[in-house]
């Protein structure tokens, strides 16, 4: 692996060249599941309140976007004469 991250090395257990068996693949499954568990943390309140703002910015536009063209070919049909 790269000289930036000689800790990493133990997690490239295995020959590029050969495929490695079922077993070590499993094996190497779950010790990088276990790293990423350990490295992982769980988003705070902060985090949390952000997303769901950002959810609703999100979900407004859209509904309001979906209103204005549906009143647009309302307008249009009535216009137009078309049922």
Do not use: W
Not at 14 to 32: H, T
Not at 37 to 59: E, H, M, S
Not at 70 to 77: G, H, K, P, R, S
């Amino acid at each position: 692996m790269s000289k930036q991250y000689p800790k990493y090395d133990k997690y490239e257990k295995f020959d590029k060249k050969k495929k490695p068996s079922l077993y070590e693949r499993i094996g190497i499954f779950f010790r990088n599941t276990k790293r990423i568990l350990k490295i992982a943390n769980k988003p705070g309140r902060k985090d949390y309140f952000l997303v769901f703002k950002i959810c609703t910015i999100g979900l407004v536009i859209l509904g309001a976007v979906s209103y204005v063209i549906q009143l647009i070919f309302t307008i249009i049909n009535d216009a137009l004469g078309i049922r």
